[in-house]
């Protein structure tokens, strides 16, 4: 994975280079989509929803896995008075009830995954599409997400969206918050 970002970034440099020396004037810019993605305000109730999915699920879980449990110590007190044939069907039993605890663990990882994606991904199109727009208006031909690490230098010269696809959002900045938080509490 590095040597793949260590030759993108080869390959975007010597492509700049090459379109620099023609005399072209360049614009490029850089954001932090995570960083943007969790100043977002939906992404809270998208947590919250998710959080309240995952108690659901861990909730299921541990009845589930309480059942197997008791089951378990169950068969541990009563094994030495079975038939061999009840032994085994108390067995057999366990082991139904242990597969049926692994099938819902990996069901629910699938169900938290696909609600995750499911409530996040209105939120990355409507990041992603923000940040397409300001990119447009401001002319840039590139605009780099840092929040990948592919980003290996960035000068003075590439401009950092953040600010301007927050305010394209809505979203005021943490900065802005808390001086208007002082200034009413004043």
């Known amino acids: 994975m ?13 492509l700049f280079t090459g379109i620099a020396a023609q ?19 939906e992404r809270d109730s998208a947590m919250t929803k998710l959080k309240a999915f ?3 699920l861990m909730e299921q879980m541990d009845q589930l896995q309480v059942e ?6 169950d068969y541990l007190q009563k094994r030495d008075g079975f038939t061999p044939s009840v032994r085994e ?3 057999k039993e366990l082991t139904e009830l242990q597969q049926r605890l ?9 169900d938290f995954n696909d609600m995750q994606s499911k409530l996040m991904q209105p939120i990355i199109e409507r990041a992603h599409a923000a940040i397409e727009k300001v990119g447009k208006a401001g002319g840039y031909i590139y605009v780099l997400d840092k929040s990948l690490g592919s980003i290996l230098y960035n ?25 208007k938080t002082t200034e009413k509490k004043k």
């Open 68 to 73: 197997v449990n008791k089951k378990y110590q």
């Open 155 to 179: 000068s003075d010269q590439s401009v950092d969206l953040l600010p301007e696809v927050q305010k394209e959002l809505g979203i005021k900045a943490k900065a802005e918050k808390v001086e």
């Open 54 to 56: 995952e108690q659901d």
């Open 102 to 110: 692994q099938e819902f663990q990996s069901a629910a990882q699938r």
């Open 23 to 41: 005399g072209q004037n360049l614009k490029f810019a850089h954001i932090d989509t995570q960083a943007l993605i969790a100043s977002m305000p």
């Open 89 to 91: 069907s108390k067995e």
């Open 2 to 14: 590095k040597k793949v970002a260590v030759l993108l970034g080869a390959l975007v440099a010597t």
